[in-house]
Structures are given as C-alpha cells and as structure tokens.
C-alpha cells in the first residue's frame, strides 16, 4: 500500500516540478523580462510568477513554500521511500515514512537554496535600484489623471520596466508622454511631464 503512495508522489511530483521549469515559474528571466517593481508585476514572454515575492526595488525572492519547493519535496519524497522500501524492506512502515519526510525536507531546502541563488544571479543584472532612477525618463503607458495613479514604462540596464505612477504638476499626463521620475515613495513613482523646453535643457521665453 504504502509504496503505492510513493510511487504516486514521486511521479506527480516529478511532472508537476517538470511543468513549472518549463514555465520558468520560479523567476529566472529567460527571454525578454517585463518587471515591474512597484506593482509587484512580473510577466517573462508570456509566463508568470506566481510563486516568488516582488520586492519595492525590483528584487525578486523565491518563497520557500512556493509550488516549486513543494514539489520537490513531494518528488524526494516519493523516491526516498521507494528506495529505502526495496533496500530495509523489514523496516516498519513508520519509519520509512519518517525517513521519506526526513530526506523529502532536505531536498526541499537544497532546492530553494539553489533556485534562490539563481534567482538572485539573474535578476541582480537587470535590477533597478532606486537611487539610479531619480531624474530617469518614462514614458506613460497609461494615463495619469490628477489624484489617481496612471503607469510608466522604462528602460534600465538594457531591460523595460513597468511602474505605477502620479504626477506632482497637478495635471493629466497622456499615454506616450514623455516623463522624469523625481521621487519613489513605496511603490509609487511621482513624475513630472517632460515639455520641449525641459527635453532640450531649454529655458521658456519671457
């Protein structure tokens, strides 16, 4: 009965693990990468992050009960008790369990050891720190109207990112309207529309 259970966890957990690298569920960039740090947005040609935390820089975590982790758990798992079923057969059920659970954290915990140190290897390349951003130009993606939060787009390190927005001029900002950013509070950006006197470094005339 019980190397039924495993010989089900081990393969379950083995084609999901399988379904989710093919996804890059876990938050690598491969391919273009479209992060936005402010709205904890994150789409990598097409996929998702569902299982990783977003942080206010552009920092991406990989959570340690994300889908990915647990089924590597449930694959070590799985495999560990077959394996110690066919070498200590007279071992009490029990105790393979316990040995399974055992190994299954283990392995677990490597697995998001590693996947976090990849995790943060590839995003560190492209992270937007915030410092770097004050005075960077944008360009609005979606409106921003007086008192509500409209969204910028910009490029940093070779890789667009998304954030949302205000405007501090008291004014609506249309959409391709060029931008500079002059201060992040949270994960806000505030703004200041761009005129051609200040794209050109130019003073208006009296």
Same mark, same amino acid.
């Given at each position: 009965?019980?190397? &039924?259970?495993? +010989?089900?966890?081990?393969?379950?957990?083995?084609? +999901?693990?399988?379904?989710?690298?093919?996804?890059?569920?876990?938050?690598?960039?491969?391919?273009?990468?479209?992060?936005?740090?402010? /709205?904890?947005?994150?789409? %990598?040609?097409?996929?998702?992050?569902?299982? /990783?935390?977003?942080?206010?820089?552009?920092?991406?975590?990989?959570?340690?009960?994300?889908?990915?982790?647990?089924?590597?758990?449930? #694959?070590?798992?799985?495999?560990?008790?077959?394996?110690?079923?066919?070498?200590?057969?007279?071992?009490?059920? %029990?105790?393979?369990?316990? *040995?399974? %659970?055992? *190994?299954?954290?283990?392995?677990?915990?490597?697995? +998001?050891?590693?996947?976090?140190?990849?995790?943060?290897?590839?995003?560190?390349?492209?992270?937007?720190?915030?410092?770097?951003?004050?005075?960077?130009? /944008?360009?609005? %993606? #979606?409106? *921003?109207?007086?008192?509500?939060?409209?969204?910028? /787009?910009?490029?940093? &390190?070779?890789?667009?990112? &998304?954030?949302?927005?205000?405007?501090?001029?008291?004014?609506?900002?249309?959409? &391709?309207?060029?931008?500079?950013?002059?201060? *992040?509070?949270?994960?806000?950006?505030?703004?200041?529309?761009?005129?051609?006197?200040?794209?050109?470094?130019?003073?208006?005339?009296?």
């Amino acid at each position: 009965m019980m190397i &039924n259970i495993y +010989w089900i966890c081990m393969l379950l957990g083995f084609i +999901w693990l399988v379904i989710q690298l093919l996804l890059a569920d876990f938050g690598s960039d491969f391919g273009d990468i479209d992060l936005d740090p402010g /709205a904890l947005d994150v789409d %990598i040609d097409g996929g998702h992050i569902d299982s /990783a935390e977003v942080l206010g820089t552009g920092e991406i975590h990989l959570s340690p009960v994300s889908p990915m982790v647990i089924s590597g758990f449930i #694959t070590i798992f799985g495999a560990t008790g077959i394996i110690t079923k066919h070498v200590a057969s007279g071992i009490p059920s %029990i105790f393979t369990a316990l *040995i399974a %659970i055992g *190994i299954g954290f283990l392995g677990a915990a490597f697995l +998001w050891i590693t996947l976090s140190a990849i995790i943060k290897t590839v995003s560190g390349s492209s992270e937007a720190k915030v410092a770097d951003l004050i005075g960077h130009e /944008a360009e609005v %993606i #979606t409106p *921003i109207r007086v008192g509500s939060v409209g969204e910028i /787009a910009y490029i940093y &390190n070779g890789s667009r990112y &998304n954030a949302p927005a205000r405007c501090i001029d008291k004014s609506d900002v249309e959409r &391709n309207h060029l931008v500079k950013i002059v201060r *992040i509070v949270g994960t806000t950006y505030f703004v200041t529309a761009l005129t051609e006197e200040k794209l050109h470094g130019e003073k208006p005339e009296e």
